[in-house]
T-cell receptor
């Protein structure tokens, strides 16, 4: 099956610092990548959608200046949490949409997630 | 927007069959996904239905009726490792997935 990787798996940082999370599709070209956030015992919340070479589209209530998304290639997207604060502590998960095989409907696969703790 | 309704919790014994129903309302439909999510982990892909009917994949099967806005995930020969949350996620025409709270399945010996 398709593999989507995320790095780092977990990160602890001090309040006010910035953290960059990478999301890579390893065996397919991702048409679109999505960034989600999940708080404990809550459902996944979509933060933004990114397409290669264009600006990300943010969901309502998500600060685009705080959560910077760069989609440099069809296999890499990055999310940078700028000036992180304790309330940004969460589980950040990316997903990639793409086709594994020509002629097959595209599907969407999740990365393993990054657990961010801001002290 | 999209409304997703699935049971909060289900409990079954090892070896049994569980059917998780999901009803949804969408403003545009482009397929429906089922994911499994263990506590503290990211969701893993189980199935994808875009046409009406049943998709079978090993112990897991998923059914879709677009006209009824209804899907179900069938888990057969339950194993202890199947204890997890199961997420029904319809996709809209802009390729965004919507998630509800999911169904927590507990498998007992």
């Amino acid at each position: 099956g398709a593999v989507v990787s995320q790095h780092p798996s977990w990160v602890i940082c001090k309040s006010g610092t910035s953290v960059k999370i990478e999301c890579r599709s390893l065996d397919f070209q991702a048409t679109t990548m999505f960034w989600y956030r999940q708080f404990p015992k809550q459902s996944l919340m979509l933060m933004a959608t990114s397409n290669e070479g264009s600006k990300a589209t943010y969901e309502q209530g998500v600060e685009k200046d705080k959560f910077l998304i760069n989609h440099a290639s069809l296999t890499l997207s990055t999310l940078t949490v700028t000036s992180a604060h304790p309330e940004d502590s969460s589980f950040y998960i990316c997903s990639a949409r793409g086709k594994l095989l020509a002629g097959v409907a595209d599907t969407q696969y999740f990365g393993p997630g990054t657990r961010l703790t801001v002290l | 927007g999209q409304n997703i309704d699935q049971p909060t919790e289900m409990t079954a014994t090892e070896g049994a069959i569980v059917q998780i129903n999901c009803t949804y309302q969408t403003s545009g439909f482009n397929g429906l996904f089922w994911y499994q999510q263990h506590a503290g982990e990211a969701p893993t892909f189980l199935s994808y239905n875009v046409l009406d009917g049943l998709e079978e994949k090993g112990r897991f099967s998923s059914f879709l009726s677009r006209s009824k806005g209804y899907s179900y995930l069938l888990l057969k020969e339950l194993q202890m490792k199947d204890s997890a949350s199961y997420l029904c996620a319809p996709r809209s025409n802009d390729y965004k997935l919507s998630f509800g709270a999911g169904t927590t399945v507990t498998v007992r010996a």
